[in-house]
């Protein structure tokens, strides 16, 4: 019997230095690149979320708006880093739109980025000054046509996926309107609050509060359903546009060859965070859908929407860069 126990206290003596030395997987703070500035829909998204995937991978993740090209700048970065999980990139719809309009990429978004997971979708949704007289997108085309070149038209920079939606608006409402295009968004909402843009194409989520104090009014959402917390806004098919279906998601990923144990505990992360019921619940309010994927899900999904945008692009008649 003595001799047992001394067996197993020895065991136990032998398992304790490899439990001690056993390595974390993330070892200094996580640089959370974002190609746009503060204020976004994405950027409101990961702030909110960041605490709570800090809080599981143990270490601090800290979120580096880097604006500029339509993110081109801030995912080559990512592209270019060490794949060892200390730098990952909020993946955009915009990213899937890019090639669509630049001749010259400087990466692939199929090939240069280890899908992790999505987060959100964002629907789209046509905006208009109050002070414009138009209650309808029908009524807004008819406006529109009545006066062509009188309106302006407002969406994010050139490349972003707000663009293409807004150009794709344009040829199938068959309306003469200028495209106008900003940096942010709120530097867009600014400027349609203010009468300098009378229309804009924006993703729902930066425009919810601005809505709320009737400084924007809300014509369709450009998604197959009415989102869940603004039943009286029309879909654009309900509108009379059945085949103007914009959305747009975000998710993360890391440099490519990053090694599969630090893509599963971020992935872990994410999803621990959006089950969050606060967090989900706050996500709604604000104009977003959470909804988590795998990294295989988002890495076929990924080439996919590539295809999906290009078409799109074609149908609106966009020209390469």
Known sequence: MFGRRALLGGASALAMPAIATAQPLFTRPVRFVLGFAAGGAGDITVRMLTPHMQAEIGQPIVVDNRPGAGGLISGEAVARAAPDGHTMYLLTTSNMAAPAFYRSM??????DFTPVGRMVWYDHVIAVNPRLPVNSLAELIAYAKARPGA????SIAVGNAQHLGVELFRAMA?????????????ELILSLTNGDVQ???ELL???IPHVRSGAVKLLAVTAPRRFPTLPDVPTSAESGLPDYIVRSWNAVVFPANTPRPLVEAMNRAIRRALDVPEIRNRLIELGGLPEASSPEELGAMIPAEVAAWGRMAQLAGVEKQ
Request: proline share 10%; hydrophobic share 40%.
């Open 174 to 186: 068959q309306a003469e309107m200028t495209t106008v295009t900003f940096r942010s968004s709120p």
């Open 205 to 207: 989520a930066p425009l």
């Open 199 to 201: 229309v804009a194409g």
């Open 151 to 154: 309106l302006n038209i407002g």
């Open 106 to 111: 400087p990466f692939d978004v199929t090939k």
